[in-house]
């Protein structure tokens, strides 16, 4: 079946840290999505981006679907980034496939 | 700005029981999904509502489960008779259309005992 891996499967930071977390997956994709998870369980889209790159703020995302891969760079940590980092992927159809998440933790 | 809503937050149940989880997506949205996140688990597709039909459906998605969309804005999914493993997040979710963003309600915790 399709994989969508994730790493680091954790992250520990120092507030003010810059990160980037990576999204591997082993099939063509034409939807590609990040979302954050709170420690409320709530799933907040972050970035549409099945390809280029886009920025909102802290937080910027490419896809290099070419290559099988898209990044999450987080600047300036705070400790609201702290939650869980789902990427998304899909291809010719409706549905998502979630990769295993990367857990950042942002110490004050 | 728009969101989805989903009833209840909390829903604890015996096995065995029928459950409905409900859901009032974004109004101007096309595509309806159900999702579910077994605790510390990554978050895993269960079935796509398209034009009043599923569009697809995944192997979790059994005879025990189905969604109906009774009137304009609502859509349900049921679980006929729960099982201890069916505890989970259920996340219901929408998109305007095909691939674009996918907006997720704040979930619906079951718990099955």
């Known amino acids: 079946g399709i994989q969508v891996e994730q790493s680091p499967p954790d992250l520990i930071l120092q507030e003010g840290a810059n990160s980037t977390l990576r999204c591997n997956f082993s099939?063509?994709?034409?939807?590609l999505q990040w979302f954050h998870q709170n420690p409320w369980g709530q799933l907040i889209n972050l970035f549409y981006?099945?390809?280029g790159t886009k920025q909102n703020g802290r937080l910027s995302a490419t896809t290099v679907a070419t290559e099988r891969y898209s990044l999450l760079y987080i600047s300036s940590s705070q400790t609201t980034d702290s939650g869980v980092y789902f990427c998304?992927?899909?291809?010719?159809?409706?549905?998502?496939?979630f990769g295993t998440g990367t857990r950042l933790t942002i110490i004050p | 700005e728009p969101e989805v809503t989903q009833t209840p937050s909390h829903q604890v149940t015996q096995m065995g029981q029928e459950v409905i989880l409900r859901c009032v997506p974004i109004?101007?949205?096309?595509?309806f999904y159900w999702y579910r996140q077994i605790l510390g688990q990554k978050v895993e597709f269960l079935v796509s509502?398209?034009?009043?039909?599923?569009?697809?459906k995944s192997e979790i998605f059994d005879d025990q489960f189905s969604v109906e969309r009774p009137d304009g804005s609502n859509f349900t999914l049921k679980i006929r008779s729960t099982k201890l493993e069916d505890s989970a997040m259920y996340f219901c979710?929408?998109?305007?259309?095909?691939?674009?963003?996918?907006?997720f309600g704040n979930g619906t915790r079951l718990t099955v005992t």
């Open positions: 998304g992927r899909g291809f010719g159809n409706e549905k998502l496939t």
């Open positions: 109004s101007n949205h096309l595509y």
């Open positions: 979710a929408s998109s305007r259309d095909l691939g674009s963003p996918l907006h």
């Open positions: 981006i099945p390809s």
């Open positions: 509502f398209y034009n009043n039909e599923i569009s697809e």
């Open positions: 099939d063509s994709v034409n939807n």
